[in-house]
C-alpha cells in the first residue's frame, strides 16, 4: 500500500469525493490522494489511490507534509457561494453570519496547501460570490468545449477557476458541430443529485492532466 510520505508521484485532490480528477494521473502511474468528509474516516489506500476522510481544515498540516506531490486540484463545496443558490442567502445569514466566511475558508485552505508544496493548482466552483469575497476566477469554461475527450461530456455548466503555481489552463477540444445540452440545470432531485451535479468532467480532467504533465518527469 502506499502513503502520504512515500517516494510515489502524487496529485492531490480535495473536496473529492468521486475521484474523476485523478484517474487520468493514475492511468499514468502517479498516485491520486482524494480527500473529502464524505470518504471512511482515517486514511486508507491501495496502491494508486489514497483517500484521506475527513475535514480539510482539520487535515491541513497533515497534507502540507504529503511528498512528491506535483498537481493540486479543489473543489470546495458551493452551497453557500453559487449565484445560482443566491435566493437563500438572507435567510441563511440570520441562520449564521459566518456562513460565507466559513465557505470561502475552504478555499483558502486549498491555497495555503498548494503554496507551501509549491505546486500548480486549480480550485473550481461554478459561477459564485468567490470572485466578489476573494477575486475574479482566472478562467472559466464549459464541460462540451473538452469533449473530444469524452465524449460524454457534451453539456453546459459554466463554471470557474482560481489557479496559481504555473498552471497551464488546457485549450478546448471539441467538435463544434455537435450542440452540448444543459443536463446539469435539469437533473431531477435526489439524494446524489449534489454529488452527480459537481461530478469532475472526465474530458475536463484528461485535458488537465495533458497541459500540466508536458514539463513534469515522467513516473
Same mark, same amino acid.
Given at each position: 500500500?502506499?502513503?502520504?510520505?512515500?517516494?510515489?508521484?502524487?496529485?492531490?485532490?480535495?473536496?473529492?469525493?468521486?475521484?474523476?480528477?485523478?484517474?487520468?494521473?493514475?492511468?499514468?502511474?502517479?498516485?491520486?490522494?482524494?480527500?473529502?468528509?464524505?470518504?471512511?474516516?482515517?486514511?486508507?489506500?491501495?496502491?494508486?489511490?489514497?483517500?484521506?476522510?475527513?475535514?480539510?481544515?482539520?487535515?491541513?498540516?497533515?497534507?502540507?507534509?504529503?511528498?512528491?506531490?506535483?498537481? !493540486?486540484?479543489?473543489?470546495?463545496?458551493?452551497?453557500?457561494? #453559487?449565484? =445560482?443558490?443566491? @435566493?437563500?442567502?438572507?435567510?441563511? /445569514?440570520?441562520?449564521?453570519?459566518?456562513?460565507?466566511?466559513?465557505?470561502?475558508?475552504?478555499?483558502?485552505?486549498?491555497?495555503?496547501?498548494?503554496?507551501?508544496?509549491?505546486?500548480?493548482?486549480?480550485?473550481?466552483?461554478?459561477?459564485?460570490?468567490?470572485?466578489?469575497?476573494?477575486?475574479?476566477?482566472?478562467?472559466?469554461?464549459?464541460?462540451?468545449?473538452?469533449?473530444?475527450?469524452?465524449?460524454?461530456?457534451?453539456?453546459?455548466?459554466?463554471?470557474?477557476?482560481?489557479?496559481?503555481?504555473?498552471?497551464?489552463?488546457?485549450?478546448?477540444?471539441?467538435?463544434?458541430? !455537435?450542440?452540448?445540452?444543459?443536463?446539469?440545470?435539469?437533473? #431531477?432531485? =435526489?439524494?446524489? @443529485?449534489?454529488?452527480?451535479?459537481? /461530478?469532475?468532467?472526465?474530458?475536463?480532467?484528461?485535458?488537465?492532466?495533458?497541459?500540466?504533465?508536458?514539463?513534469?518527469?515522467?513516473?
Amino acid at each position: 500500500m502506499t502513503n502520504l510520505t512515500d517516494n510515489k508521484m502524487k496529485v492531490l485532490s480535495l473536496y473529492d469525493y468521486s475521484g474523476v480528477m485523478v484517474q487520468p494521473w493514475i492511468e499514468h502511474g502517479y498516485v491520486g490522494v482524494l480527500v473529502d468528509i464524505q470518504h471512511m474516516p482515517g486514511i486508507s489506500s491501495t496502491e494508486s489511490t489514497i483517500w484521506v476522510g475527513g475535514d480539510v481544515l482539520k487535515w491541513e498540516e497533515v497534507l502540507k507534509q504529503t511528498n512528491n506531490v506535483c498537481f !493540486i486540484a479543489a473543489f470546495p463545496p458551493c452551497t453557500d457561494l #453559487a449565484v =445560482s443558490g443566491a @435566493r437563500w442567502f438572507a435567510q441563511k /445569514r440570520v441562520k449564521n453570519p459566518q456562513f460565507q466566511k466559513q465557505a470561502m475558508d475552504l478555499f483558502y485552505a486549498a491555497k495555503r496547501i498548494a503554496e507551501k508544496l509549491n505546486v500548480p493548482y486549480m480550485i473550481e466552483n461554478p459561477v459564485s460570490v468567490a470572485a466578489r469575497l476573494w477575486r475574479k476566477p482566472d478562467y472559466y469554461f464549459h464541460p462540451y468545449q473538452y469533449s473530444g475527450y469524452s465524449a460524454e461530456d457534451s453539456y453546459t455548466k459554466k463554471t470557474c477557476l482560481w489557479t496559481g503555481n504555473d498552471f497551464v489552463m488546457p485549450e478546448p477540444y471539441y467538435d463544434p458541430s !455537435i450542440k452540448p445540452d444543459d443536463r446539469i440545470h435539469k437533473m #431531477a432531485p =435526489s439524494s446524489q @443529485r449534489r454529488n452527480l451535479r459537481s /461530478r469532475t468532467p472526465l474530458g475536463f480532467a484528461r485535458a488537465v492532466y495533458y497541459a500540466n504533465t508536458l514539463l513534469k518527469t515522467s513516473v
